[in-house]
């Protein structure tokens, strides 16, 4: 029969499981939380960047150096955000992959090109990178939501 130690050990052991798991719950949504603030910032940096190269490419080579030293600040800040954003995942989440790829797309200027339909290939390009960053934090919030998920998907 059970006696009463075996029953405080059960207890202790159980309650102990499910303050880790509310733990780990915590920092999870903490994660998701800085993960969700260095996505919008890099998106809005991005933006800035695209539409102060916009401007460059129209302008007289004295304006343009003038001009490249801003368009080189906000690169590299968003560049800063990306490498961030990146090392919040393991090197082989291929959803995680392809968003940080299409990141650094949106400071790429071979990806929507300088002519008169630049600026509409970049915000295509945005909006498919909002939706997938938006994917892949539904995904991860389910995960800490429902952290028993896992085991029954598995099943």
Not at 23 to 42: A, C, N, P, T, V
Not at 106 to 135: C, F, H, Q, Y
Request: aromatic content about 10%; hydrophobic content about 40%.
């Amino acid at each position: 029969m059970w006696t009463a130690t075996l029953w405080v050990a059960l207890g202790v052991i159980t309650a102990a499981l499910i303050t880790r798991g509310i733990k780990i719950s915590e920092f999870r949504q903490s994660w998701i939380d800085g993960l969700r603030s260095d996505i919008s910032e890099y998106l809005s940096k991005a933006h800035q960047w695209f539409d102060l190269y916009l401007i460059f490419n129209n302008e007289t080579e004295q304006k343009k150096a003038e001009l490249s030293e801003k368009l080189d600040v906000l690169k590299y800040e968003a560049l800063h955000l990306h490498n961030r954003i990146c090392l919040r995942f393991k090197a082989d989440d291929q959803s995680a992959n392809t968003l940080l790829k299409n990141l650094l797309g949106l400071l790429d200027p071979g990806e929507v090109g300088i002519g008169n339909d630049a600026n509409s290939k970049w915000r295509d390009l945005s909006d498919k990178v909002v939706s997938e960053a938006r994917e892949l934090l539904k995904a991860e919030w389910e995960a800490t939501k429902n952290p028993l998920l896992k085991f029954y998907k598995n099943t």
